[in-house]
């Protein structure tokens, strides 16, 4: 199993673009959430999906999008990046709300 | 939600136990608490949960006291690649999402 995977690893935007955070998981795991990691804070909770057709906000919801048409992936779209999204994006994946999450290796996005 | 502490930073020697604390001063009833390791250009990976007492498995052991306001990492003879950056994760477990990283204790093993 590859467990969780995303893409890009890294990427630079320009102020205004678009572009989606490609997040895809092999376990079969209902529920998958997408984070941000800044510099001297923990990971902050964007979105979460907790199966296919239902998703909901996290804590740092503005600015991004999640659709979760299959168990398998959940992409996270940004609509018009802006310099505050500069940041770690890791998606994670766990079989149920009671078990660890299962962490990709993240994505770094500068947004200039 | 509940607000987390913990060291920035620590260091240690290799074979030393090594404790780190999280504090969770407004943990509700129904929050667990878990820690997660991480290196550097990769996602955080589990390590240990609990809910209260004492858990403890191959590679670690958490300590939560009676009151839950915080809970303790302990590594038990650390060795270089130990070297990480640890998270507590307060979660609730139940209904919506509700869940606070702490910011990371980085901990520095030396030889």
């Known amino acids: 199993n590859a467990g969780v995977t995303q893409t890009p690893k890294f990427q630079v935007l320009k102020t205004g673009q678009s572009m989606t955070l490609q997040c895809a998981q092999d376990m079969n795991h209902e529920y998958m959430s997408w984070y941000r990691q800044d510099p001297g804070m923990g990971l902050r909770l964007i979105h979460y999906s907790v199966g296919a057709g239902i998703t909901d906000q996290g804590e740092v919801p503005n600015g991004y999008n999640v659709s979760r048409s299959t168990t398998e992936d959940f992409p996270l779209r940004l609509l018009s990046a802006a310099p505050s999204q500069t940041s770690v994006y890791f998606c994670?994946?766990?079989?149920?709300?009671?078990?660890?999450?299962?962490f990709g290796n993240g994505t770094r996005l500068t947004v200039t | 939600l509940a607000k987390t502490t913990q060291p920035i930073s620590m260091d240690s020697y290799e074979g030393q136990e090594v404790n780190i604390t999280c504090s969770h001063n407004n943990i509700a009833t129904n929050d667990y608490i878990t820690w997660y390791q991480q290196f550097p250009s990769q996602g955080p990976r589990f390590i240990i949960q609990?809910?209260?007492t004492k858990v403890t498995n191959e590679v670690a052991s958490l300590f939560i006291p009676a009151d839950r306001k915080s809970s303790t990492l302990s590594l038990p003879r650390v060795s270089l690649s130990d070297t990480a950056v640890y998270y507590c994760l307060v979660e609730k477990r139940t209904g919506r999402r509700a869940l606070t990283f702490g910011s990371g204790t980085r901990l520095q093993v030396q030889p």
């Open positions: 994670a994946s766990r079989r149920d709300q009671q078990m660890p999450l299962h």
């Open positions: 609990g809910y209260k």
